[in-house]
């Protein structure tokens, strides 16, 4: 559970130092203060957002993802309409994007409407691999290629957090966990991260990968008890959920339900659920 007490207190130093000239923030007259409601948002969106990811919006949404890898025009394509039009509904705007002020595109914004009607999104795809040699070039070695599926989980989130500057949705909580670590985090059903969890308006799980697939038949139904009661009560509440999954979920459609439970099969097949597929064969579907 993110703790953004100290992060906001050293913000507000900074921004009423810098912005207002005072030396002390409590000696603010405005009610709110802006200093301290523009340090909350971003100490949220430090905490939340992974470190690299913060800054992007969906104007640099480009398809390249690194130096070395790159979605294809098609899927890069796919993907980013998706991403807009979950944030902002009207893709006519997409193609006015270049000459659209920040200003225009936050009146456009429709993501307060798909969080309070819990549209859920999954982003999923395997990474290619790549053959390199080591620095001594003695020996090979295998890694994956960035694929952008945190990339895109980042821009969405950070639209997300935007909504806190908005006295409207002042109390709206967000959280960004890897799957590993959630799972832990969940599994006592009366604990104070998991009730957290479950009751709040935006959270992505982020790094979710195939090792329960292949997992003894114990430890999936472990998980699979866990996960299903734990989106069982977000889907009642009505949450807003990001899944990113770090393979092809469609690859292994049949056996996802064994492994993850029913209620993750039901965000997926949700006909409200906006599902991005990062694979090459997404622009085939």
Request: charge should be positive; glycine fraction near 4%; charged fraction near 30%.
């Amino acid at each position: 559970m993110t703790e953004i007490t100290n992060e906001k207190k050293r913000l507000l130093a900074f921004y009423a130092k810098r912005d207002c000239k005072l030396a002390d923030p409590n000696d603010c007259k405005n009610r709110p203060c802006t200093c301290a409601v523009v340090a909350e948002f971003r100490a949220i969106k430090n905490l939340i957002i992974p470190k690299d990811f913060r800054n992007f919006t969906i104007r640099d949404f480009h398809g390249r993802i690194s130096e070395n890898s790159r979605l294809s025009a098609d899927v890069a394509l796919r993907a980013k309409r998706q991403v807009f039009e979950y944030c902002w509904g009207d893709l006519k705007l997409l193609e006015r994007l270049p000459i659209l002020s920040d200003k225009q595109l936050e009146a456009a914004s429709v993501i307060s409407e798909r969080i309070k009607n819990g549209q859920n999104v999954i982003i999923h795809g395997g990474s290619k691999r790549q053959l390199s040699r080591s620095s001594d070039q003695k020996t090979n070695a295998v890694t994956e290629l960035p694929l952008g599926r945190t990339f895109i989980a980042s821009i969405l989130t950070n639209e997300a957090i935007k909504l806190r500057l908005d006295n409207e949705f002042r109390n709206f909580s967000y959280e960004w966990i890897e799957f590993a670590p959630f799972l832990q985090d969940i599994k006592d059903e009366s604990g104070e991260n998991r009730l957290h969890y479950e009751g709040c308006e935006w959270l992505v799980v982020d790094d979710i990968t195939n090792n329960l697939l292949g997992a003894s038949g114990a430890h999936k139904a472990f998980a699979h008890q866990i996960l299903d009661s734990f989106f069982a009560k977000r889907i009642r509440l009505n949450r807003a959920t990001v899944l990113v999954f770090k393979f092809d979920i469609q690859a292994h459609r049949l056996e996802m339900e064994s492994a993850f439970g029913p209620a993750i099969m039901k965000i997926i097949n949700d006909k409200k659920t906006f599902v991005i597929n990062l694979n090459d064969n997404a622009a085939k579907e």
